[in-house]
Every structure is written in C-alpha cells, then in structure tokens.
C-alpha cells in the first residue's frame, strides 16, 4: 500500500498541523509553474505526484480515515510499522533485577529512527533521480540551442562536461562549461563542485563555469558567504565561476563577472527555448 507518511516526508505521529503544513510544502514543489520549463516528461509526473499527495493529505488529515489507514498498514504483510498510539501508554513496572538480557534493552535511538525513515528515504531517493534527469535533461537541451559552440568532455563528479569546440587554428574561445544536479544547493555542495571543477586541468588563462543546480536551495547569505571564501582561496588552474541555480524555476545567483554564455544559457533557460 502506498506510505502516505512518506509522501509528505513526516513521521506517523505527526500531528495535523503537521500534516497540513508538509502538505502546502510538498504541493508547492509540484505546482504548474514550477515545472513549465522542465518538458512533459516532468510535467506529467509533477501531476501524477500532485495527486497522491492530494490524496495523502486527504486521508491524513481526517482523523477517522487515518485511523483506518494505520491499521491497514500495520497489518500489512511485510510491514515493520506500527500505527500512532492515541496517548501515552501507563508505565509498566518491573523488577530491575530481572532486565538482565540484551532483549529487555530499548532499541539504539538511530535504529528507532532508521526504521521509521527508510521508506520515506527510498521515496526522496527515486523522485530526486527524476528531477535530476528532467533537470540535465533540460540543461544539455539549452546547451544545444547555442548553436554547436561547445563538444561533450567529461568530469568525474559532473552531470555535464563541455569545453569550446576546437577551432581550425587553436582552441575556441570561451569558458569550460560544467552541470551538476544536487538536492539543495547549499555551502556544503558550493565547497565540493568548487573542489571538483578545481581538478579539471586547465591553464590559469582559461576560465571554469559551473552550473549548481538544485531542487532547494540555501538562503543566499550562507550561497554568498561559501562563494566568496572559495573565491580568496588561490587555485591551481583556470578561474572558477560558480552560478548556483533553483532549479524549479530557473531563477540564479549570477555573479557580475559571469561571461556572457552563463548569461545566455541561463536566459534560454528561463525562456524555456
């Protein structure tokens, strides 16, 4: 049966208000608007989410049908969870002396918490892969539309590699071009591409443009304050411009000294085209 719990990503003894404000969380991410950029592939399934969390949130936010549907689902085969308690249970009491073996111990805290998270993990994982693929898939569609300017390389850590078509008397002008897809872009993920796209071995004549895509992103303060620590730091290769980007709607942090292809690629982007 489907984990309604999982969907909005709360636990099983979240409270109403809970459950009302995970679903207004999770229903935004899938709205139209969201999603109009990224293909019908990604639309379609962008609906077919929106309806099983509408029905999720219909079942648990009634408090008869969720009772129903915890019982459905501690009783299904396989099933190692247990439907919310109503209240505190009484204390039991019992002889200390007789809670001699392992078995009486309660159970590690992070195995109480990995069992209740696995399934919603597992759901986060599959619709993070998709939103992936919808987004590089959207990425590399806006890279062709540029006109051939750029050839596929590749770079351990990165959806997409690109360097300057070779011309017939050199290299073609223009920066390397680097894409990676990250759940939230944050200055956990900015420090890691900006060590990753430091390894590419490029002369410190050449510049490096790394598109940080993601489906959350952190406050701009905490992007700005990572960006401008890595900025200071002296590097090895070529200047690395990095552009962090909210993938649901395409809007960008776009440093001033972006070169001029960022700033078309991510106008055709937002454009759709």
Request: overall charge positive; glycine content about 8%; charged content about 25%.
């Amino acid at each position: 049966m489907k984990d309604y719990y999982g969907l909005l990503e709360i636990v099983a003894t979240a409270s109403q208000d809970e459950v009302k404000r995970a679903f207004r969380v999770q229903i935004a991410r899938y709205h139209p608007d969201k999603v109009q950029h990224l293909g019908n592939e990604f639309q379609n399934m962008a609906a077919d989410r929106a309806a099983e969390l509408t029905e999720a949130y219909r079942i648990l936010s009634d408090q008869e049908r969720r009772a129903e549907y915890d019982r459905a689902r501690s009783s299904a085969p396989g099933s190692t969870q247990t439907a919310p308690r109503a209240g505190p249970s009484k204390p039991v009491e019992s002889d200390a002396s007789q809670q001699t073996g392992p078995a009486m111990q309660p159970p590690p805290a992070a195995a109480v918490a990995a069992a209740e998270w696995t399934p919603f993990t597992a759901e986060r994982a599959s619709r993070d892969e998709f939103v992936r693929k919808a987004v590089i898939d959207r990425f590399k569609q806006a890279l062709a539309s540029l006109g051939g300017d750029y050839d596929q390389s590749e770079l351990r850590g990165f959806d997409v590699a690109c360097v300057p078509k070779a011309r017939l008397f050199g290299r073609g002008k223009g920066p390397r071009l680097l894409g990676r897809f990250v759940s939230r872009v944050d200055g956990e993920a900015v420090a890691d591409a900006w060590l990753q796209a430091g390894k590419w071995s490029v002369p410190s004549n050449e510049e490096i443009c790394v598109f940080l895509m993601g489906s959350g992103m952190a406050p701009p303060r905490e992007l700005a304050e990572a960006i401008a620590r890595h900025r200071r730091q002296p590097t090895r290769g070529g200047k690395v411009v990095l552009i962090p980007i909210d993938a649901r709607d395409w809007d960008a942090h776009v440093p001033t000294d972006a070169p001029a292809v960022a700033k078309n690629l991510l106008a055709r982007l937002r454009g759709g085209r």
